[in-house]
Structure formats: C-alpha cells, structure tokens
C-alpha cells in the first residue's frame, strides 16, 4: 500500500470518528440527564424524575431524609400524611420532620407522630 493512499484511509477514520463525536455530543446536549433530580415545574411545584425518567409518587426515600409526593408527584409541604393507619408530618422543605414537637404534636425519630405525649 502506498504512503499515500495511507495517509488517505487514516484521513477518513479521523474525520469519520470526529462526526461520530459530534454527533454524540449533540445527543448528548440535546437531552440533558434528568434521573435523580429535583425539578420545578411551572405551577412551582418540585417532583422528583427517577433513574428511569418517569415521576416518583408516594414515599420516596433518599440519602438526606424522606419525601411525601402525590399521585401527580408533587412534593407535599407542611403536611401532615396518615400512612398504615400513623401520621407523619412534611415540614416547608417537604422532608419528613423527626424528633420534634409540630404544633402540639411531637414526632418521633421515625418520623411518627407519638401518640402517648
């Protein structure tokens, strides 16, 4: 093979993997990643979209506490939540309040609200 038809195949592999990495990148850009996140949306609510993209619903836990959304997958705050017959109590940042009196009303380290204070 002569020098110049190698220096012509290596041309072509550079700009071909150059428009794959162009390519990729604009993929990339173009639908940012959304899993385990926080988003607000218009009405300013905050839902959470899991790893698979979909609205997380109901209890979700994560490393720094517990959530309550509803079934739209709105962050619920300053709520109180009757869940398997206790109650549990969201405070304004939408994290599940332990070991505190709210209101008249003290919660436990799990978060339940005791009922014998």
């Known amino acids: 093979m002569?020098?110049?038809?190698?220096?012509?195949?290596?041309?072509k592999k550079k700009a071909g993997l150059?428009?794959?990495?162009?390519?990729?990148?604009?993929?990339m850009s173009a639908f940012p990643a959304m899993a385990g996140e926080w988003h607000k949306t218009a009405e300013d609510q905050y839902q959470y979209i899991k790893d698979d993209g979909t609205k997380a619903t109901g209890?979700?836990?994560?490393?720094?506490g517990t959530y309550y959304l509803d079934d739209k997958g709105n962050r619920k705050t300053s709520y109180w939540l009757?869940?398997?017959?206790?109650?549990?109590?969201?405070?304004e940042d939408g994290q599940m309040v332990?070991?505190?009196?709210?209101?008249?009303?003290?919660?436990g380290s799990d978060g339940q609200m005791d009922k014998m204070r």
Do not use: A, P
Not at 18 to 27: A, N, Q, R, S, W
Not at 82 to 91: A, H, I, Q, S
Not at 98 to 107: I, L, P
């Open 2 to 11: 002569s020098l110049q038809r190698e220096r012509m195949i290596t041309m």
């Open 18 to 27: 150059t428009l794959i990495l162009t390519i990729l990148c604009f993929l």
């Open 59 to 64: 209890l979700l836990e994560l490393k720094d």
């Open 82 to 91: 009757r869940y398997k017959g206790d109650w549990y109590f969201f405070g």
């Open 98 to 107: 332990t070991d505190s009196w709210v209101d008249n009303y003290h919660v």
